[in-house]
């Protein structure tokens, strides 16, 4: 049996119009795809809307739920909220490498007129990495203050002062060119 069958769409069954379909995503889904995982604790929710046209699918990923990733700023991990929406156009063809290799745009993919499945699979594993931020830092408490570690933010603020009083006066004089 093939691990990822659950995310195969049989759309030559399915009538034209709006289909919905409901995922949840755990961390052992990612066990079927190489590369690193930048997180962990992955509960993720997705509700996929197919619009089934004559030769083409209007495919709408809508990500929900959280990860748990580590801050950029102080290195603990934090629970962080995934909320995105992606869509993808499929359009079926008799030759799709040949379309694929002329289309430059990654929202549209090409299958076989002739295909019966359709595998949803590797979209949700990229939608939710996209839907991970480059700068993962923990967000603000309700007061207002950083959700990070507060002697990490003290060592960096000291160490930020202490870089500031050590500068070289050499470079002081490149300051004037800043708002240039």
């Known amino acids: 049996m093939k691990p990822l069958r ?15 379909f409901q ?3 755990g961390d052992s889904f990612f066990d079927n795809f190489e590369g690193p995982k930048e997180f962990n604790d992955c509960k993720a929710s ?10 083409f699918f209007l495919l709408k990923f809508e990500i929900g739920g959280t990860v748990t990733v580590t801050c950029d700023r102080c290195g603990e991990p934090f629970q962080l909220r995934l909320w995105d929406d992606f869509n993808q156009i499929v359009k079926l063809v008799d030759n799709p490498e040949e379309m694929a290799s002329e289309e430059e745009d990654p929202d549209v993919s090409y299958i076989l007129k002739t295909e019966s499945h359709l595998n949803v699979a590797p979209w949700i594993y990229e939608f939710i990495h996209l839907s991970i931020p480059m700068q ?32 070289n006066p050499i470079w002081k004089g490149l300051d004037k060119f800043k708002d240039n």
């Open 6 to 20: 659950e995310f195969e769409i049989a759309f030559v069954g399915l009538k034209p119009g709006v289909h919905s």
């Open 23 to 25: 995922y949840e995503i």
């Open 46 to 55: 997705i509700n996929l809307s197919l619009d089934k046209k004559s030769n």
């Open 136 to 167: 993962r830092i923990h967000p603000d408490n309700a007061d207002g203050k950083s959700g990070c570690n507060p002697k990490v933010i003290e060592m960096l603020e000291r160490m930020n002062q202490q870089a500031k009083e050590n500068d």
